[in-house]
């Protein structure tokens, strides 16, 4: 080409391009196969399960195609091919047709989501060669698991500043799918454990998160709670609050002063008994010696009280019935 001549350029290389076009659509009408992805079984693909893809190879034009292959470009890693990437077909008679089926299989750890798998439909000889790219559509879906507080329970139950508490958070799953790797981390101010580890739980099953730390303040505290999971649809994290109400330390002057009462209750009553036993041996070593003795008005008192006390009456008689007995 003359590279002063710029239009005479052009004009020379939009001949070329239109007769490259005119042979292409020429060859196009003459050889001529087109790929179809007919079926795919079942049209709900979930997680670890196995499926087919059906793909149908057809001749549409004037000639008979030859050395036609079909090639599988790149499949997802989470997918899984039992037949060879490539096939091969050796020629397709005219209105004949090739159906190839692939089965597949989804992994266990795929992710929920659509799948593309890019193809490549070739054929021709040395005379041509013609490629067209088509492209596999593959739908994977999941359960997906859903996580909330279902009860919470404290240990002791009122707890009190300096005690050490004992949180139980229980965690239900109420969603359809497994949720996996579960984690409970609660931000309280106090010193102690903060993050709990449950593992695996199955739909409608819940399990227990146990923290436990020093209560050090007094108040009601109002606790962020953080829960993480992963479940079909990957990595999540539920955030939730729950209430917790420290009492004040317990004060002991009501049990020392209890103390103290029982302490001069029981020794009032030692002092009565043992002040009451020695009258009462007085006046029975009096009452055995036929002695007569001589009280005031107040010791009279005291003593018919402790005569009756301690039933001496009764004692006077034995007492009489001995002596006449002798």
Sequence with gaps: MNSKNPFINFVIVAVIVFL???????????????????????????????????????????????????????????????EPLIINISRLNWN?????????????????????????L?????????????????????????????????????????????????IENTGDGTAKAVSVYADHPFQGLKQSFIGALDSNEDGPAVLTFIVDKV????????????????????????????????SNIGAILFTILILAVLGWGIYYFLKTKKAKDNIIQQLLKGENFKVNKKEEEGIEKIKQFFKVDKIEKKIKKHHHKK
Excluded: W
């Excluded at 057809?58 to 292959?69: A, R, V």
């Excluded at 060669?129 to 507080?149: H, T």
């Excluded at 505290?221 to 330390?249: A, C, H, Q, R």
């Design 122 to 170: 070739s054929y021709g000889g040395l005379q041509y060669s013609i490629i067209e790219n088509y492209n596999i559509v593959i739908d994977v879906i999941g359960d997906k698991a859903e996580l909330s507080v279902a009860s919470l329970k404290t240990e002791p139950v009122l707890p009190r500043k300096g005690d050490t508490v004992e949180l139980t958070l229980r």
């Design 96 to 120: 004949s047709e090739r159906f190839i089926i692939y089965h597949m299989r989804t992994s266990n750890d795929a992710q929920p989501g659509t799948y593309v798998i890019k193809t490549r």
């Design 219 to 250: 108040g009601e505290f109002e606790l962020p709670i953080t829960i993480s999971y992963k479940d079909d649809f990957g990595d999540n994290e539920i955030k939730t609050n729950v209430n917790l109400n420290i009492l004040k330390k317990k």
């Design 20 to 82: 490259i076009l005119v042979s292409a659509s020429v060859l196009g009408r003459e050889y001529c196969a087109t790929a179809e992805i007919s079926d795919i079984s079942p049209s709900s693909i979930g997680i670890g399960e196995e499926f087919t893809v059906g793909v149908q190879i057809e001749n549409c034009g004037e000639k008979i195609p030859e050395d036609i292959s079909f090639e599988l470009l790149n499949p997802p890693t989470d997918i899984a091919i039992k």
